[in-house]
């Protein structure tokens, strides 16, 4: 019969090997433009705004952080502007955008995608959701996100 105490120390090298896989998932950037543009991400910024015509309603901005010594780069940034709703896709380009700026490169233009706010918090709590884009010239991209709401 085995020891409940030989199995702890194999459930504890899993709990945390899980744990570690879902921080990544977070940050990374997939889909076929990542071959020709650079879409390496060190952290993601989740930003709220309130929207000058909706009053109450939010525009909201994520931004995915290259950090590179003393100079920053977002490989992705995905706009999307109100009305914003927790679980609701937002279609892009119609209301929102999706940009890149590292090195003077620029994606091309967006032809569809959508992005939805899984959970949309206050400023100083967590929101987390996923987007995806296809551009004219048929490339993809696709992220999942998670941040604290930041004020700009």
């Keep these: 019969m085995t020891s409940i105490y030989r199995l702890i120390p194999g459930l504890a090298l899993a709990l945390v090997l899980g744990a570690c896989g879902n921080d990544s998932s977070d940050k990374e950037l997939e889909g ?3 071959t020709t543009f650079k879409c ?3 952290y993601v910024e989740i930003y709220r705004q309130e929207n000058r015509e909706l009053e109450g309603q939010y525009d909201w901005k994520v931004m995915y952080v ?3 010594k003393q100079t920053q780069r ?5 706009v999307a502007t109100a009305p914003v709703k927790e679980g609701e896709a937002v279609p892009l380009p119609a209301r929102g955008s999706i940009t890149h700026v590292v090195d003077g490169a620029e994606f091309p233009e967006l032809r569809e995608g959508e992005v939805t706010f899984d959970t949309l918090g206050d400023v100083g709590e967590e929101a987390s959701g996923k987007f995806f884009g296809t ?3 048929g490339g ?3 992220g999942e996100f ?3 709401v930041q004020s700009l």
């Design 74 to 78: 977002w490989p992705a940034i995905v």
């Design 32 to 34: 076929s433009v990542c």
């Design 146 to 148: 998670s941040a604290t």
């Design 135 to 137: 551009f004219v010239t």
């Design 40 to 42: 390496e991400v060190d």
């Design 66 to 68: 290259k950090q590179d």
């Design 140 to 142: 993809t991209i696709n």
